[in-house]
């Protein structure tokens, strides 16, 4: 079991790709809640700073910085608050981070409204058991760059370094989706 949720119904989006957040924007003013929507971690920032929502929708990888800096602010003006992370970059080092700073769930794009819906209106989190579905060794190597890249908090020459590879592909590699 999982906390209370809020009675509020207070939603923030952050998301940087106008369709997209267009369309959720809808979705969820249809599912009865309250929506400010957002493009970047600035706005975002500002929008909890002026009233911290009950609920938060935001992109990991927005055009201005990371979205985990608005769901840190987040969980420190309002404890209750239950934040979703998006991103076509999913890996289990960024997860991880995000929960840890305060995320109530963490969900790889494409994600459709209803997914969204119900991650955040979760009394209870299930997740597939890993033996079901095995990582390739492409993933696997792309989860221990994540991994060693957020703990350098995200300094691309630091986290070439310690991998012994050139900034460069570094670069590259990152900004690449996650291998299935």
Not at 42 to 51: K, M, Q, R, S
Not at 52 to 59: E, G, L
Not at 113 to 123: K, R, V
Request: proline share 5%; net charge neutral.
């Amino acid at each position: 079991m999982i906390g209370e949720l809020p009675q509020e119904r207070s939603l923030l989006i952050v998301e940087d790709d106008k369709p997209f957040l267009g369309r959720l924007t809808r979705a969820m003013e249809a599912r009865g809640f309250l929506v400010t929507a957002v493009e970047s971690v600035e706005e975002g920032l500002a929008a909890v700073e002026a009233a911290p929502p009950a609920f938060a929708i935001i992109d990991m990888r927005l055009g201005d910085g990371n979205g985990i800096d608005v769901i840190s602010k987040l969980k420190v003006k309002r404890p209750d608050a239950r934040g979703i992370i998006l991103t076509g970059y999913g890996n289990i080092a960024t997860a991880v981070t995000a929960v840890k700073l305060g995320a109530f769930d963490y969900l790889a794009k494409p994600a459709d409204a209803d997914e969204i819906y119900h991650a955040l209106m979760a009394t209870k989190i299930d997740k597939p058991d890993a033996v079901d579905n095995p990582m390739s060794a492409d993933r696997v190597r792309w989860e221990h760059i994540q991994r060693v890249y957020e703990s350098c908090e995200r300094n691309v020459s630091e986290t070439a370094r310690r991998l012994n590879m050139h900034r460069r592909t570094l670069q590259r590699i990152l900004a690449k989706r996650a291998p299935r």
